[in-house]
């Protein structure tokens, strides 16, 4: 009993793990731009598929196709911003979520039409397969690394924030835009390589999730209720907020499923929308 | 930049009285239906869908056309009609279509007015969140009672009884035609009266600038849970129509792509006008009828392109383009003459 409910979150925190390193990106452009992007992961799917791609016809290493997911995804990211993301800043929320859903729709057609719509399989390599045993309590290897990951990327975030003057940058045209191009920020640029950060970061997760999300032409429109719940509960603009939430539906969803399979998603739906209503803008929100 | 268009006075349209007189074209709109029951006597549960898809779309312009709310989740109304209305004659035996099409309503009424307090107070992000976490909630319901509602199977053995206690639904569609355009029709008297009412023209404002309307004397949440209400209520006759004269209800009816294909057909029509939601629906269903038999996936595709244009740059579809180029076109007859 007791290690059930130890893997159990276990798997969640892994779970929630990979839900905060898709959705970080999401939350920050959300809070930077005040964009309702819906089309957040179509990146992570094109990370994902980069991934296969690269492992099934060119024989690239698992680990060596990650990086090369994620700069697809930011390439991807950044072109996007700057044809067509960038115009619609300033429009209603109706705009943007109807262009999001419409390159969503464009996105899984392309994707079913190149690749199938079959699920992607992926091979790890024999390193991360398996089981260690902790104090007689098994635990899966690869959702070991996937935490390891995040948490390495989730403290780089941290100080490239916190510490550079990229960060800076960020977070002076997040609290205020007016005033940052003001003081000399090319807050157009800031927005361009923070959506490219964003998006270069769901493609990583992407890559990495292959094994636990899965990967098929639906990804984006699948998983959509999970980054936004992560996004709108966390709070947009930070990342303790995301960071927080993802966990907690991490743990919730994979309990759920496991303890009352019979209810299924229903329990993250309530949950949703009753922290949203306790919290409004967010568990953690930036304008404290 | 001519001297002209520097005096406002002159640019700003006339003040808009709640005018309730029926145009023209109007009355010519609604004598199409019935060129196409004498001109395409094979295609009339296409039409009658058309027309279903239309009131639906009604539904939502009401909510986002004309009251500013954002809505990913209207299906939920849609779907709560139509299984109400089903479940009524497959498990209860009840499949008298007019008082079956009422209860559904007033289901669907209730369930809009219970969550929309929940969504006219949240911001634009908060709505969305919860319009598509209700929708969700209710989809797995359906998709969880397996036993109640044949969750993913669809709910089968829908028996509609004659409308009236005359009209026999047949196989040709002929009854669920006059049936869905009559409700139809009544149905858009309604909203068109809500909407050209001093109540109507409240709405606009709360859409323009919801902060400043307490200053005139407007409770604005209490208007937009009325609109609210009265749109679920709505969407829930238009799911109920579509179980009736189908005799079958499909899970779809609560999914996510099926709200996402509902703001489509509305903004493919134009927002905020009524007969855009009409326009779009016939669009909309002529476009899936055609593209859809060549190749579903090319469909998604051409979809999703042609939203990403719509809102690059035909702002206000359809009939926005239309009215956009009627007023160019006086634009340039008033500057010829001067």
């Not at chain 1, 960060?167 to 640029?189: C, E, F, L, P």
């Not at chain 2, 969407?235 to 129509?241: Q, R, T």
Request: hydrophobic share 55%; charged share 10%.
């Amino acid at each position: 009993m007791l290690s059930n409910l130890v893997g159990v979150l276990f798997d969640g925190i892994a779970f929630g793990a990979l839900l905060f390193l898709i959705s970080v990106g999401l939350s920050i452009t959300m809070g930077l731009m005040n964009f309702v992007n819906l089309a957040h992961g179509a990146f992570a799917m094109l990370g994902g598929y980069v991934c296969v791609e690269l492992m099934n016809r060119m024989g690239v290493p698992f680990l060596a196709t990650l990086p090369i997911a994620f700069i697809a995804a930011a390439v991807a990211g950044f072109v996007l911003e700057r044809t067509l993301y960038q115009r619609l800043y300033r429009a209603s929320a109706l705009d943007q979520v109807l262009f999001s859903i419409g390159l969503v729709f464009m996105v899984i057609a392309a994707a079913t039409f190149v690749w199938g719509p079959t699920q992607q399989p992926v091979f790890l390599p024999d390193f991360l397969k398996g089981q260690v045993s902790v104090f007689g309590i098994g635990l899966g290897i690869y959702r070991l690394f996937l935490i390891g990951v995040v948490v390495l990327v989730t403290i780089a975030l941290g100080l490239i924030i916190e510490q550079t003057r990229f960060g800076a940058m960020i977070r002076a045209s997040v609290d205020n835009q007016q005033a940052s191009a003001g003081m000399g920020i090319n807050v157009n640029r800031v927005f361009s390589l923070t959506f490219a950060l964003g998006s270069g970061m769901a493609g990583l997760g992407g890559g990495l999730g292959i094994d636990v999300l899965g990967l098929d032409p639906t990804f984006p429109l699948k998983y959509m209720v999970y980054f936004l719940i992560v996004v709108a509960v966390g709070g947009a603009g930070t990342i303790k907020g995301p960071l927080l939430a993802a966990i907690l539906l991490g743990i919730f969803d994979v309990a759920g499923k496991y303890y009352v399979p019979q209810v299924g998603a229903f329990v993250i739906y309530g949950m949703m929308v009753v922290l949203l209503l306790l919290f409004p803008s967010g568990l953690i929100s930036r304008r404290a | 930049m001519n001297l002209k268009s520097l005096s406002i006075i002159d640019n700003l349209p006339a003040p808009r009285v709640p005018n309730d007189r029926w145009h023209k074209l109007e009355y010519l709109f609604w004598v199409l239906p019935f060129v196409v029951y004498f001109l395409f006597p094979n295609h009339l549960v296409l039409a009658s869908q058309i027309m279903i898809l239309g009131l639906f779309a009604l539904s939502l312009d009401l909510i986002v056309g004309y009251a500013g709310i954002v809505s990913l989740g209207h299906a939920a109304f849609f779907g709560l009609g139509a299984y109400t209305s089903g479940l009524l004659s497959a498990r209860y035996g009840w499949g008298e279509p007019i008082s079956a099409l009422l209860i559904s309503a007033a289901l669907a009424a209730l369930l809009g007015y219970i969550t929309s307090f929940l969504v006219v107070r949240g911001h634009e992000l908060t709505q969305l969140m919860v319009t598509l976490g209700i929708g969700l909630m209710l989809y797995e319901v359906a998709n969880k009672a397996t036993d109640f509602t044949g969750g993913a199977d669809g709910l089968w053995g829908i028996e509609t009884w004659p409308v009236l206690g005359m009209f026999e639904i047949d196989l040709y569609g002929k009854t669920g035609f006059f049936y869905s355009l009559v409700v139809l029709f009544l149905m858009f008297l309604l909203a068109r009266r809500i909407v050209s009412s001093t109540f109507g023209l409240s709405l606009i404002g709360i859409r323009e600038g919801a902060r400043r309307m307490p200053a005139i004397g407007v409770n604005v949440e209490r208007r937009l849970v009325a609109i609210y209400t009265v749109s679920a209520a709505m969407a829930g006759v238009a799911g109920a129509l579509l179980a009736q004269t189908t005799q079958f209800v499909s899970l779809d009816a609560l999914g996510f792509v099926r709200s996402a294909d509902l703001m489509i057909v509305l903004v493919l029509g134009g927002t905020g006008r009524l007969y855009g939601a009409l326009i779009g629906a016939v669009v909309f269903m002529f476009a899936h009828h055609y593209i859809s038999d060549i190749n579903p996936v090319y469909w998604q595709f051409w979809l999703g392109l042609l939203l990403i244009v719509i809102v690059m740059v035909g702002r206000g579809g359809i009939l926005g383009s239309i009215e956009n180029m009627l007023e160019r076109r006086r634009e340039r007859l008033a500057g010829g003459r001067s």
